[in-house]
């Protein structure tokens, strides 16, 4: 996340990646928001778009091309990501409460969250069927099935409950993906299916269902679902090998529960400028929200139209100015797909059924689309435009202050964060944290003081990084384990770590917030392993980045050293390698969301557990692999008397890193690293190979290289995939005296 324009001063939160929060975070991106901290919070990076997700059913689109890619969305508007549930708010406190992290706060919010059909209701709903929404489980479920389809295992019947538009499109779909190979029910508990439209397109979709051979349930209410059927009130049992839920959605209880005023349906009640009727700074949109003076139809279309107003009104709360009414338009057209290369044209007493409408209706989707996968090049258009400093026009501006406040910023030991801030942080964390890892921090002591246990060893090493994510929680977390690991390569126990905390001048409380993150995201991985934090310094700098000191006990029989290979013995990698290159990717918006979640899922994973692994099966060298890449760590290792016969082809390596790679994004310190090439044998050989320049690729919480004996190989292996490190894998064997110099041979 680049460093801001001008100091923070308010935070704005976005609660769901929903349609009209894309377009607003796209709006941002071209029209930065100055002053003003936006984080997005999602539970999941690729956002499905819904009018193309009939079209993916039916097998028109691929999964990327019906999905917004939320990362990289983030990346091009300069806002934070993290990728959480939402568990509720606190409307006084201003605060987001988020699943299995510190809460966050906020000065202003915004909720584009989506909705789920109602299954509590009905018997074994939940447990028997797939609901429309959210739309990953409904996904996953159907790419089963496809599978399944393919390797000639087909249902014999599927049940679609709900015959409104989502469901018929669904119905239509799923029927033309299984080559009518499949009966498809649809049940409706309405006299007729598309209620919401006019005569002549029902009339157009009966007879279309009829002549797929899809069968229609009308007058039907489902009260039970079974493992294999649907019981129906009028004692119909449907039979159904897959029974997928498409009634009318409901939407999340939180916002009701935190005090938010909804409508009889608990949809959140806004007024024309969108903001709750109850609690004014807070926003909705979408189909969360129902506006109290012009309630619409659930529809998409009311979602997009959204955009441009709250994204107007959020940036004129933000500075202080008049909020403009929305006023949405009352009809709209519906285009609804056949699973042919044609659909219907529904509005009022229309009902046009053409291919012409199908086409009308890819273009406008993939228009839609293309804003969330061109961007354009910002920074080279504000050079044009723009004078080389902003300059604040707005009279009587709070950000005024701050920057002026940020030009005299003092230099030294006044640059430090305030003791009122620190003296909160710690606070709030003792509160809503773990205090045990702060019961060794003294805040009267100038350093601390810690006894070395009889017969161990004091470990000790530093790390420094600026930040590798937007989300500070998330950056303290990957600080943690990236500093740690050292300690845990030489077979150190973590004590404690020292903290150095820059965080990006603002207001007061939006300081305090960025500390408190990044410090929870520290002690969340000091936790789970009876660390302590033990002091610390904090200043005030231009990006947010974190160093830790981290101190750790060793017993003098145990220590790990990167000497110490012997001939025969097996060379094995505990993690894959590709985080320079693809992080470097996002920074260029050339990754795929999928490929980030993957990176972050294994750098989260620490290596303490391997590192008693290797420890317990005799590893004799032991490295964890950073900054100088995998080879250059290597030759670190292999001393002069000693060679390597490297086998490229088994090296994990992260999902997209070959693809990142290969397109020629390196990371900035690739050139350096790449002159380990100088201890290769036959580098000409495997130049072409996609994974060479991963070799060189800088690690950022990589995993443990190590030498084993050769019998102990698998033990450790077994051991390794079992405590998670799936891919942990033998990547070569130490070979005999090669003369007086080390070499690597690649195979």
């Given at each position: 996340?680049?460093?801001?324009?001008?100091?923070?001063?308010?935070?704005?939160?976005?609660?769901?990646g929903?349609?009209?929060?894309?377009l607003?975070?796209?709006?941002?991106?071209?029209?930065?928001?100055?002053g003003?901290?936006?984080?997005?919070?999602?539970?999941v990076?690729?956002?499905p778009?819904?009018?193309?997700l009939?079209?993916?059913?039916?097998?028109?689109?691929?999964?990327?091309?019906?999905?917004?890619?939320?990362?990289?969305?983030?990346?091009?508007?300069?806002?934070?990501?993290?990728?959480?549930?939402?568990?509720?708010?606190?409307?006084?406190e201003?605060?987001?409460f988020?699943?299995?992290?510190?809460?966050?706060?906020?000065?202003y919010?915004?909720?584009?969250?989506?909705s789920t059909?109602?299954?509590?209701?009905?018997r074994?709903?939940?447990?028997?069927?797939?609901?429309?929404?959210?739309?990953p489980a409904?996904?996953?479920?159907?790419?089963?099935?496809?599978?399944a389809?393919?390797?000639?295992v087909?249902?014999?019947?599927i049940?679609?409950?709900?015959?409104?538009?989502?469901?018929?499109?669904?119905?239509?779909g799923?029927?033309?993906?299984?080559?009518?190979?499949t009966?498809v029910?649809?049940?409706?508990?309405?006299?007729?299916?598309?209620m919401?439209?006019n005569?002549k397109?029902?009339g157009h979709?009966?007879?279309?269902?009829?002549?797929?051979?899809?069968?229609?349930?009308?007058?039907?209410s489902?009260?039970e679902?079974?493992?294999?059927?649907?019981?129906?009130?009028s004692?119909?049992?449907i039979?159904?090998?897959?029974?997928?839920w498409?009634?009318?959605a409901?939407p999340?209880?939180?916002?009701?529960?935190?005090?938010?005023?909804?409508?009889?349906?608990?949809?959140i009640l806004?007024?024309?400028t969108?903001?709750?009727?109850?609690?004014?700074?807070v926003?909705?949109?979408?189909?969360v929200?129902?506006?109290?003076?012009?309630?619409?139809?659930?529809?998409g279309?009311f979602?997009?139209?959204q955009?441009r107003?709250l994204?107007?009104?959020?940036?004129?709360?933000?500075?202080?100015e008049?909020?403009?009414?929305?006023k949405?338009?009352?009809?709209?057209?519906?285009?609804?797909?056949?699973a042919?290369?044609?659909?219907?044209?529904?509005?009022?007493?229309?009902?046009?059924?053409?291919?012409?409408?199908?086409?009308?209706?890819?273009?406008?989707d993939?228009?839609?689309?293309?804003k969330?996968?061109?961007?354009p090049?910002m920074?080279?258009?504000?050079?044009k435009?723009?004078?080389?400093?902003?300059?604040?026009?707005?009279?009587?501006?709070?950000?005024?202050?701050?920057?002026?406040?940020?030009?005299?910023?003092?230099?030294?030991?006044?640059?430090?964060?305030?003791?009122?801030?620190?003296r909160?942080?710690?606070?709030?964390?003792?509160?809503?944290?773990?205090d045990d890892?702060?019961?060794?921090?003294?805040?009267?002591?100038?350093?601390?003081?810690?006894?070395?246990?009889?017969?161990?060893?004091l470990?000790?090493t530093v790390?420094?990084m600026?930040?590798?994510?937007?989300?500070p929680?998330?950056f303290?977390?990957?600080?943690a384990?990236?500093?740690?690991s050292?300690?845990?390569?030489?077979?150190?126990?973590?004590?404690?770590?020292?903290?150095?905390?820059?965080i990006?001048?603002?207001?007061?409380?939006?300081?305090?917030e960025?500390l408190?993150q990044?410090?929870s995201?520290?002690?969340?991985?000091?936790?789970?392993?009876?660390?302590?934090?033990?002091?610390?310094?904090?200043?005030?700098?231009a990006?947010?980045a974190?160093?830790?000191?981290?101190?750790?006990?060793?017993?003098?029989?145990?220590?790990l050293?990167k000497?110490?290979?012997?001939?025969g013995?097996?060379?094995?990698?505990?993690?894959?390698?590709?985080?320079?290159?693809?992080?470097?990717?996002?920074m260029r918006l050339k990754t795929?969301?999928?490929?980030?979640d993957a990176?972050?899922d294994?750098?989260?994973?620490?290596?303490?557990?391997?590192a008693e692994?290797?420890?317990?099966?005799?590893?004799?060298?032991?490295?964890?692999v950073t900054?100088f890449?995998?080879l250059?760590?290597?030759?670190?290792?292999?001393?002069?008397?000693?060679?390597?016969?490297?086998?490229?082809?088994?090296v994990?390596?992260?999902?997209?890193?070959k693809?990142t790679a290969?397109q020629?994004i390196?990371?900035s310190?690739?050139?350096?690293?790449h002159?380990?090439?100088?201890?290769?044998?036959n580098?000409?050989a495997f130049?072409?190979d996609?994974?060479?320049?991963l070799?060189?690729d800088?690690?950022?919480c990589?995993?443990?290289?190590?030498?084993?004996?050769?019998e102990?190989?698998?033990y450790?292996?077994?051991?390794?995939?079992?405590?998670?490190?799936?891919?942990?894998?033998?990547?070569g064997?130490v070979?005999?005296?090669?003369?007086e110099?080390?070499?690597?041979?690649l195979?």
């Open positions: 996340m680049m460093a801001p324009e001008a100091p923070i001063a308010t935070q704005i939160v976005l609660v769901g929903g349609h009209t929060h894309a607003l975070l796209r709006m941002l991106g071209m029209n930065p928001l100055e003003v901290d936006v984080t997005l919070i999602s539970d990076s690729m956002a778009y819904s009018g193309m009939p079209g993916h059913i039916a097998g028109f689109y691929s999964h990327d091309e019906v999905h917004i890619d939320l990362r990289k969305l983030c990346r091009f508007a300069q806002v934070r990501f993290i990728m959480s549930p939402v568990l509720g708010m606190d409307l006084k201003n605060r987001v988020l699943k299995g992290r510190p809460s966050l706060r906020f000065d919010a915004s909720i584009n969250i989506g059909p109602d299954m509590t209701s009905i074994g709903a939940e447990q028997w069927s797939t609901a429309s929404k959210p739309v409904l996904l996953e479920k159907w790419t089963q099935m496809v599978d389809h393919g390797r000639g087909t249902p014999k019947d049940v679609i409950v709900g015959a409104g538009a989502g469901g018929v499109e669904l119905a239509l799923m029927h033309k993906q299984l080559e009518g190979k009966q029910h649809l049940v409706h508990r309405a006299g007729e299916i598309l919401t439209h005569v397109v029902r979709f009966v007879k279309l269902l009829s002549d797929r051979g899809i069968e229609v349930h009308v007058n039907e489902v009260v679902v079974r493992e294999h059927g649907v019981l129906c009130e004692g119909k049992l039979h159904s090998d897959h029974t997928f498409v009634t009318q409901s999340a209880a939180w916002p009701g529960e935190a005090g938010l005023a909804t409508d009889d349906q608990g949809l806004v007024s024309e969108l903001q709750s009727t109850s609690h004014p700074h926003f909705a949109a979408g189909g929200a129902t506006m109290e003076s012009h309630p619409r139809p659930k529809s279309v979602a997009v139209r955009g107003p994204f107007d009104n959020l940036g004129a709360i933000a500075q202080g008049e909020l403009k009414p929305f949405p338009q009352k009809e709209f057209l519906s285009l609804i797909g056949t042919t290369a044609s659909a219907v044209a529904s509005r009022r007493w229309l009902a046009w059924k053409s291919p012409k409408m199908w086409q009308l209706k890819d273009w406008i993939r228009k839609f689309m293309e969330f996968e061109i961007f090049d920074e080279a258009e504000a050079a435009t723009l004078p080389s400093s902003r300059e604040v026009a707005r009279k009587n501006d709070p950000l005024l202050d701050l920057k002026r406040r940020a030009e005299m910023r003092c230099l030294g030991c006044a640059a430090k964060v305030g003791s009122g801030v620190l909160r942080t710690l606070q709030r964390i003792r509160r809503e944290g773990d890892v702060l019961s060794q921090l003294n805040d009267s002591d100038d350093a601390a003081v810690f006894p070395v246990p009889d017969g161990e060893q470990v000790q790390d420094y600026p930040a590798l994510v937007g989300d929680y998330l303290g977390q990957l600080v384990i990236h500093s740690l050292d300690l845990w390569a030489m077979g150190a126990r973590p004590y404690g770590v020292l903290v150095l905390a820059e990006p001048f603002g207001k007061e409380a939006v300081i305090e960025n408190f990044m410090l995201g520290v002690i969340t991985v000091l936790a789970r392993h009876g660390a302590y934090l033990l002091g610390g310094h904090t200043a005030e700098g990006n947010l974190l160093g830790l000191t981290c101190n750790g006990f060793a017993s003098n029989e145990v220590v050293r000497s110490g290979m012997q001939a013995e097996a060379l094995i990698l505990t993690k894959p390698i590709g985080t320079g290159t693809l992080f470097a990717a996002e795929k969301s999928v490929w980030i990176a972050l294994h750098m989260l994973v620490d290596n303490a557990a391997a692994i290797l420890s317990r099966h005799g590893a004799t060298a032991c490295t964890d900054g890449g995998l250059g760590h290597l030759l670190e290792m292999t001393p002069k008397n000693l060679g390597i016969q490297f086998d490229v082809a088994a994990p390596t992260l999902a997209g890193a693809e290969g020629g390196l990371s310190i690739h050139t350096d690293n002159a380990a090439s100088e201890g290769i044998e580098p000409e130049v072409d996609p994974k060479y320049p070799l060189f800088p690690q950022t990589g995993g443990l290289l190590a030498t084993v004996s050769s102990q190989v698998d450790v292996l077994k051991a390794l995939h079992e405590a998670g490190y799936k891919e942990a894998a033998v990547i064997r070979t005999g005296r090669v003369g110099k080390r070499a690597i041979q195979s």
